[in-house]
Each structure stands twice: as structure tokens, then as C-alpha cells.
């Protein structure tokens, strides 16, 4: 069935099949397709009717071809005569199905535009035509239309029943009527046939054209002869041509070839009886098929309806679900953010209920203690109610004892108020008695200030100190040093060979001595110098024997190792800011000079100037110097010192370095200054502390010996000569000479100042390393301070500070004091004979009663000695007194001739009643 429909969708449309009334038409057109298949000739028509049964139902069909011989292009043109429509409903379902395998066929495979008749029929018809022909094709051998050009795909031209086209085709190409008259030309069709064949081939064919017309114009000849073409043209044998005066036997085979032409007739006919029959069948078939088909195609329409309608609600059923789903997201979305935030929230709930069920459960449980412990409290209370009811009873017992006891207490009280008015009357008078006190109090630390510098006096204003080095681990040989005395005053050089060389001093340091100890002694100057008096400690011996040390100390020290400088700063400066009196303010300030070859050097100020900036002294009033430029720092701080000190110590590696001398040995003076201002008299006081760190050379040892030339006999030029010059101040203070060349040196005119005032206390402290190799140096630098300790400086009646009458009296009674402490180094001393020195408390007290019989004009013990204020103030003149006499310490004294100072050490050991005191 479903290859039927291909087949009658392929069948050329109905206008093909046409129907003729016309039996004569007909078997023109069944003759000239059997000379067309005979002649095997691709007429599409003739190859399709030669094939198929067709025909008329009753009437008889006939298709005439009419060969137009004389077109130019050679078209073969068929005239179906008297040919009808096929009814409209047929036609049209062709049509439509046509066009519905048009639609349905793929783009590349349309068929060629319509042709210049308008209609799409004729290349239907072309299509519809070719499957069959293909077929034949296959069966006969012959070569498809297929195989032919492009343009002979439409052998056959279909064409519509249209009255009027067919009428205009009539008059354009009419067509001969047959003879019978009953023929009518129908509108033909012309069919372009392009041969495929060669330019020969396409010639004979337009010979062998022969139109339906022509065949029925001729009249089929009764005899065969006429013509051999047309026996041959037919397929009979060919006979042996006649002669033309053969007319007989012409006329015979004429006749025997139309008797063999209609033979061949008749059987087409009958041939053509049964197609048209099975042509019928198959039409009514096809009409049958074809309604079959519409209502199947009605059916797809309405299915196809159904189809739009459904994929139309699938498209709105999408549409739905898509905006469904994305309303699902949305409220998803919502729903699970909702859902977190609802969580997060239960969370917190859930933590904060935890919590509250923490804090209730532990107050229930203090709760629950809280009633235990008051339950615990109530018992306690019980028993403590019960005890205390006991109590009670006690108390009003005691109660009554005790209000007996109030009666006797108040009576007490009216007589003790009567004792306490007695006290406050006391306590009156006792204050009135204090602020006498307190007056006499600031009476008598005015007359103290003035014995302390009497006492000082006393002491005398040069103190000669020795100190010896320990031994380092790095130190060779050392000499023995023997300290022979208890109160450490003497000290005795002890070499290998030669005799022993003993020294006395004030004191004598050996080198397990601590810093302190030094330094006590020189703490008895600094209230002097606070107020306002002047104090010179001299640092003198050979390198490396500890003078640095003494005076500053080892460089980032402990307390405990500080020098004299960092601790008289520190004493100063916690003595001022707690003044013993309040009206007095204290301000301190530091200056540090090097001497080096005579030149002056700045050890505080800038880095860049230190060493080659120079400065000069300057003298001022009451011959008090300055040194110009100088920098001078103020001390708001104590522990500002050990900074000033280690800048010192660079200047000084700086200004060696810039003097390319590693041997340079300088001089340096660190000068405090403390300025007092009573803020009550506007009284001002200026007390100054020089420290001189003395280096002496073998040079200056030499100068100081007058020993101009060297070892070598070679004249020393250039020679430091400060040292000279400090001896020979020395010399000359002690001496009374009114002559002292200060200006010798720069050390000595830089302390002219501190040497004019006769109430400066002066400390020397010699020092002394304890190796062998430095014997001989060692000696010089003792003998040295030996004559320094032989001089006298100031004194009682030289002293511009002893002022008064009486503070002089009490100066030369103090001295008698002193010089009965004194202690005469003699043989019988060394006995143990010698009376005890008196202590502090005692001499003061002596001294006030010294005072007390001074001003009655009782004599005193000194006068009992016989020693009269004048003379005491003479005393201290050295060139008064004879070589036996007694100093003003009660020591056997000499006149100092630096001559004979070398060894007076030995000479002393030599006489053996004496030792070592100049
Ligand atoms: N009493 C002492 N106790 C411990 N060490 C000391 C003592 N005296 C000196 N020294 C040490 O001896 C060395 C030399 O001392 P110092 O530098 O003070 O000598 P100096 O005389 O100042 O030398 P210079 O004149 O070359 O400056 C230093 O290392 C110092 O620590």
C-alpha cells in the first residue's frame, strides 16, 4: 500500500491523463508510439504508454504526436486530441500532493521554476513520469532520461484544462484534422525533448518524426509495395525493390504490408482495449486511494491542529513551570536564609538559656549554701542568744561594778585636768625655751663653721699624702715596702741592695687602702669649699701609678671604686640641695683644662675645637684667674659627672693623637666651683675645689732637681717646667717670699688664685708604683713630697680667714691642741710612751673652754706652755725658727733647703733619733 502511494504520487497529475473520444486519434497515437518504440526513441509519452495500459473507458483514447519538422529547435510537440479534464476533486488532491512532496522535499531537491505557462505541472509531470521509465529503462536496456541533461527532464509538458490556453495553442499550431472529420484539436502540449545523443543521431530522429495527423491523414494502404521505407519503418523484412514498370508486384507488396499493418493493428488495439481497462481499474483506484489519502491528510491537518494546540499549552505549560521553578528558587532561597537566620537565632536562644540555666543552676547552689549557712547561723544564733542572755546577766553585774567604778574615774578626771592646765603651762615655757635654743643653736653653728676652719688651720693648709699602686698581675719585680708604723704615717722603701729609704707623711696609703679611705680625708675640705673657701688636691707621681685612679677612678666603676672627683661632686651636691639652712642656695659648676706643653686645652668642650683650640689665663681681681673660652658645665645632676669624665677622656687620646707624642704626658685640672646665695642677706659665697692630676717625668724630676742635663749629659730643651714652678711657689708661700712667680708656669699661674688665698687647704698626694725598675723614680717622687710636706702654707696668723681676735686665739689654741695629737716619731714613741691623741668631741670641747677663758681673760693652757698668741702667729714663719727648734705641730723642725732634701730620708734613719720628719 504505502509503495502504491509512491507510485501514485509520482503518477503524472491528472491533466496527463486524458481521455479521447476519437478511436481514429487513438490508434494514430498507438502507431506513432509503436514507430517510436520501435524506432527506440526516449519519447517519455510513448516509452509510458508503450508500458502501461492506458485508455479511454469506452470511447477509446488516442494521442497524437505532432513532429514539428520545421521548428528551429527541433521540438517534438504532442496533441492529445479531444482530451478532458479529469474531475476537479481528483485533480486537485494531485495537486496537493504535489505540493505537499514539494514541501516535504528538501530544499536542494525542488524542482526547476514553472515554466513560461505559469503551471508546476509540467515539471510534476517530468518527475512523475521518470520512475517508470527507469524502470523500463532497467528492463529494455535502453538508457534512462536520467541519464540525459538537465533541460530533458521534461519530455512531456502536462497541461491544465484551460479552454483558453487550449483554444490559443489550437489556432497557434493547428493541427490537420483527420479525415474522418471527428478529430478536433485539442490544445497541445508542447514537449521539449533534448536529446542526449549526438548531432547525427538527433538528425535521424527528426527524420523519423511523425505526427499523430500525419498518420491519419494517411490512408493505411490496403497493399503492401508502396513504399519499401514503410515496411521498414514498421519492422517487416525489407524486399528486393521493384522495378518502377513493376507495378504488380509494387502493388503487391503494398498490399501485403498493409494486410501486415493492420494485423499489427488490430493487436495494438486489443492491446490498447486492456490497458485502457486496467487504466480505468487503476483510476478508480487512484480516486479511491486519493480520497483515502485526503482523509488521512484531514486527519493529519487536524492532528497537526491538536499538535499546535498541545505544543502551544506545552509552551505555556513550560512557561509555567519555568516561572515556577524560579518562583521554587526564590522561596527556596528565602525560605533556607530564613531558615539560617531562624537557626543562628535558635543558637543564641539556645546559648542564652545555657547561660541562664548556669546562673540559675550556681545560684541554686549558693542559694542552696546560703541556707545551709544561715540554717548553720541560726543554730549559732541560738546558741549565741542563749550565751548571750548568760552574758547579759553578767554584764549587769559588771554594769554595776563599772558605773562605781565611772564614779571614781570622773572624781580622778577633775584632778587630772587640774595636771594637764600644770603641763600645757609647762609646755609653754618649753617652747619659749626651745626658741632660744634654736637661736643659740644657729649662734653656735656659725662659731662651729668658724673652729672648723680654725681647725683646719690647725691641721695646716698643706696635707702630704702617700699612696702606693698594688701590684698588677701584669707587673714584674717589686720592691719591698715596709709600713712600720700603726697609724700609717710612715712608709720605708726597702731595696734588694742599699740602705733602706723611710718617708713620713700625713698619711701613708698602702695598696689595700680603699677609695673611700682617701676619700674621707678629703671630705674634711668640702664644707670649706661650700662655704665658700678654696681647696686644692693634687694628684702627683710617675705614669701608671694610680693618680687617675685616685681622682676619678677606674672608667665605669662601681661605687665602691669612684675617685675623689665623682665623690666630692656627689657629697657637694646632696649637701646643697639639703642645706642646714634653708636661705642658702647652692648652684655647681665644672670646668676640666689640660695642660700639654704649656698649652692650655679645653677637655669639655666641642670635639671639633679640642685640639686646636688653644686658651689663654686671664687675671681678674683679687688675682683670681680665668681661663678664657673655657667651657664651663652646670651640674643639675650627680650622675652627670661620669659623663663629663669619660669626654675628658677622649679629648685627651685626641689631643695626644693631634700632639703625635704617645709619651706626652699632661697636666689637668678639674676646677668645681659652688656658688652660695642666702636668699635672706643676699650674702653670695663662691667656694672652688681644684683637682690637679700631676704627671711627673723623669724631666721634671730632674728640673725640680736643678738637674738640667740628662743621664746622657744632653741638655733637655723644651722641658715641662711646671713642676719646677709648683715647687718653687710652694718654696716661696712657705717661705713668706712676697716674690712668688706665679706665671712660671700655666699650672701654677692657672692656681694663682687658689695659692693667694692663704686659707686654701691644699692635699698632696704622692703615688708610688711598687715595682723595682721603678725604685729610683719612686724615690725622687718622695722626696718630692717630702719638701712639699716640709713647707708651711697660711697659718693662724697669716690666714686672711682668721679674721677675729678671738677666732685667732682660738686658731692658736687649737693648734696647741693639735700639735700636742701630733706625735713625735722618736724612739721613746716607739716605746709606746706617747700620749694619746684626743679625740674630736674632746678637742671641741676643749676649744669652747679655750674660747670661754680667752674672752674672761683667762690664761690658757697654751699660755701656760708659754706660747703667746703672737708668737703663734709667728710660729708658722719657717725663718724664724732655728733647724732645732719646734714646728707649730710640736715636730723637731728645719728650715727646708731643697738641696739637702735628697736624702733626708737616710740621714734621719742614720741619726736614729729621729725618723723621717723634715
Ligand atoms: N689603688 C689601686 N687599686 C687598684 N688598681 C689601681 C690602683 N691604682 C692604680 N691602679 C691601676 O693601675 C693602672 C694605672 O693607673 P692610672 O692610670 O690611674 O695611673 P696614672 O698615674 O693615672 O697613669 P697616667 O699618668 O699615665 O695617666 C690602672 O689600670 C689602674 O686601674
Avoid at 229 to 249: E, F, N
Avoid at 371 to 398: F, G
Avoid at 819 to 828: I, K, L, P, Y
Wanted: neutral net charge; glycine residues 8%.
Amino acid at each position: 500500500m504505502e509503495q502504491l502511494n509512491r507510485s501514485l504520487s509520482k503518477l503524472k497529475p491528472p491533466s496527463t491523463i486524458v481521455r479521447s473520444n476519437s478511436s481514429s486519434a487513438l490508434s494514430t497515437a498507438l502507431a506513432v508510439a509503436a514507430a517510436a518504440m520501435n524506432e527506440n526513441e526516449n519519447y517519455t509519452a510513448s516509452t509510458f504508454f508503450g508500458n502501461r495500459s492506458i485508455g479511454t473507458a469506452g470511447s477509446g483514447a488516442g494521442i497524437g504526436l505532432n513532429s514539428a519538422h520545421n521548428e528551429p529547435k527541433k521540438d517534438h510537440t504532442l496533441t492529445l486530441d479531444m482530451l478532458e479534464p479529469l474531475p476537479p476533486k481528483t485533480l486537485a488532491g494531485a495537486k496537493r500532493k504535489a505540493e505537499d512532496e514539494a514541501h516535504s522535499r528538501p530544499t536542494g531537491q525542488h524542482e526547476r521554476p514553472h515554466n513560461d505557462n505559469g503551471s508546476g505541472d509540467k515539471e510534476t509531470c517530468g518527475s512523475s513520469f521518470r520512475a517508470p521509465l527507469q524502470t523500463q529503462a532497467r528492463q529494455t536496456g535502453r538508457p534512462t532520461p536520467a541519464a540525459r541533461p538537465t533541460t530533458a527532464k521534461a519530455p512531456l509538458t502536462s497541461t491544465k484544462p484551460d479552454p483558453s490556453a487550449t483554444a490559443g495553442r489550437a489556432t497557434r499550431t493547428p493541427t490537420p484534422a483527420p479525415a474522418t472529420g471527428r478529430s478536433r484539436v485539442v490544445p497541445s502540449v508542447k514537449t521539449k525533448v533534448v536529446p542526449s545523443q549526438s548531432a547525427s543521431t538527433r538528425a535521424a530522429t527528426r527524420s523519423r518524426s511523425v505526427t499523430p495527423a500525419n498518420v491519419a491523414q494517411q490512408p493505411l494502404p490496403r497493399s503492401a509495395g508502396k513504399a519499401t521505407g514503410a515496411s521498414q519503418d514498421v519492422g517487416l523484412p525489407a524486399k528486393k525493390k521493384r522495378a518502377a514498370w513493376d507495378t504488380k508486384g509494387r502493388l503487391q507488396d503494398t498490399e501485403e504490408l498493409t494486410d501486415t499493418l493492420y494485423q499489427m493493428l488490430n493487436k495494438s488495439i486489443g492491446n490498447i482495449t486492456a490497458m485502457t481497462q486496467s487504466l480505468q481499474s487503476n483510476a478508480n483506484k487512484i480516486s479511491e486511494l486519493e480520497s483515502f489519502r485526503l482523509g488521512l491528510e484531514s486527519k493529519v491537518v487536524g492532528k497537526e491542529i491538536e499538535n499546535n494546540d498541545i505544543l502551544q499549552k506545552m509552551s505555556t505549560v513550560e512557561q509555567e513551570i519555568f516561572m515556577l521553578n524560579r518562583k521554587h528558587l526564590d522561596d527556596t532561597k528565602a525560605l533556607k536564609s530564613k531558615q539560617a537566620m531562624d537557626i543562628e537565632e535558635e543558637l543564641a536562644t539556645q546559648a542564652r538559656l545555657q547561660r541562664e540555666h548556669d546562673a540559675v543552676k550556681s545560684s541554686l547552689f549558693n542559694a542552696t549554701n546560703h541556707q545551709e549557712q544561715q540554717i548553720q547561723e541560726s543554730v549559732n544564733l541560738r546558741t549565741t542568744i542563749s550565751n548571750q542572755s548568760t552574758t547579759c546577766l553578767s554584764y549587769e553585774t559588771d554594769n554595776r561594778g563599772l558605773r562605781h567604778k565611772i564614779e571614781k574615774t570622773e572624781s580622778s578626771i577633775g584632778q587630772h585636768e587640774w595636771t594637764i592646765q600644770g603641763l600645757e603651762r609647762q609646755l609653754f615655757d618649753s617652747q619659749a625655751l626651745a626658741r632660744q635654743l634654736q637661736q643659740k643653736v644657729k649662734e653656735e653653728e656659725a662659731i662651729r663653721r668658724k673652729l672648723y676652719h680654725a681647725i683646719m688651720d690647725l691641721k695646716g693648709h698643706i696635707r702630704v699624702f702617700c699612696r702606693v699602686r698594688p701590684q698588677s698581675p701584669s707587673d714584674g719585680v717589686v720592691t719591698s715596702i715596709e709600713y712600720p708604723d700603726l697609724e700609717g704615717r710612715d712608709i720605708v722603701l726597702a731595696p734588694a741592695k742599699g740602705a733602706k729609704c723611710p718617708f713620713t707623711f700625713d698619711k701613708v696609703f698602702t695598696p689595700s687602702s680603699r677609695q673611700e679611705d682617701i676619700f674621707e680625708d678629703v671630705s674634711q675640705m668640702l664644707p670649706s669649699v661650700i662655704s665658700g673657701g678654696s681647696a686644692c688636691v693634687f694628684a702627683y707621681g710617675l705614669a701608671e701609678t694610680g693618680k687617675s685612679y685616685t681622682l676619678e677612678g677606674p672608667s665605669g666603676s662601681a661605687e665602691a671604686s669612684m675617685g675623689l672627683i665623682p665623690r666630692s661632686i656627689l657629697h657637694i651636691y646632696e649637701t646643697t640641695r639639703t642645706p642646714e639652712s634653708n636661705e642658702w642656695r647652692y648652684s655647681l659648676e665644672v670646668q676640666h683644662i689640660g695642660v700639654y706643653n704649656e698649652v692650655i686645652y679645653d677637655l669639655q668642650g666641642p670635639e671639633e675645637t679640642s685640639t686646636n683650640v688653644t686658651h689663654e689665663i686671664q687675671s681678674g681681681p683679687s688675682s683670681r684667674t680665668t681661663v678664657l673660652g673655657i667651657t664651663k658645665v652646670e651640674l643639675t645632676s650627680a650622675v652627670m659627672i661620669g659623663s663629663l669624665l669619660r669626654i675628658a677622656q677622649r679629648r685627651r687620646v685626641a689631643i695626644k693623637a693631634s700632639l703625635n707624642d704617645n709619651y706626652c704626658h699632661g697636666h689637668s685640672v678639674f676646677t668645681i666651683r659652688v656658688t652660695g646665695v642666702n636668699s635672706e642677706t643676699g650674702k653670695t659665697t663662691e667656694g672652688v675645689l681644684h683637682f690637679v692630676d700631676l704627671v711627673a717625668s723623669d724631666a721634671q724630676l730632674d728640673a725640680v732637681k736643678n738637674e738640667p742635663e740628662t743621664e746622657g749629659g744632653e741638655k733637655k730643651q723644651g722641658v715641662d717646667q711646671s713642676l719646677k714652678c709648683l715647687a718653687d711657689v710652694f718654696l716661696g708661700l712657705s717661705s713668706k717670699d712676697s716674690h712668688v712667680q706665679y706665671r712660671g708656669s700655666k699650672l701654677t699661674h692657672l692656681l694663682q688664685g687658689a695659692f693667694m688665698d692663704g686659707s686654701t687647704k691644699m692635699l698632696f698626694i704622692a703615688h708610688i708604683s711598687p715595682l723595682s725598675v721603678h725604685l729610683e723614680r719612686n724615690l725622687r717622687s718622695l722626696r718630692f713630697a717630702a719638701k712639699v710636706n716640709s713647707c708651711v702654707l697660711g697659718g693662724s696668723g697669716a690666714s686672711p680667714s682668721s679674721s677675729t681676735a678671738s677666732t685667732t686665739a682660738a686658731i692658736g689654741l687649737r693648734k696647741l691642741k693639735y700639735d700636742r695629737s701630733v706625735r713625735v716619731v722618736s724612739s721613746s714613741d716607739q716605746a709606746g710612751d706617747a700620749e694619746p691623741e684626743p679625740k674630736v668631741g674632746d678637742l671641741d670641747r676643749e676649744l669652747a673652754l679655750d674660747r670661754a677663758s680667752i674672752e674672761k681673760g683667762v690664761p690658757t693652757k697654751a699660755g701656760e706652755r708659754g706660747v703667746s698668741n703672737t708668737e703663734m702667729g709667728s710660729s708658722s714663719s719657717k725663718s724664724e725658727r732655728s733647724e732645732t727648734s719646734e714646728d707649730e705641730r710640736g715636730r723637731p723642725r728645719r728650715v727646708v733647703d731643697w738641696k739637702d732634701v735628697r736624702g733626708c730620708g737616710e740621714r734621719a734613719i742614720d741619726s736614729g733619733s729621729q725618723k723621717a720628719v723634715l
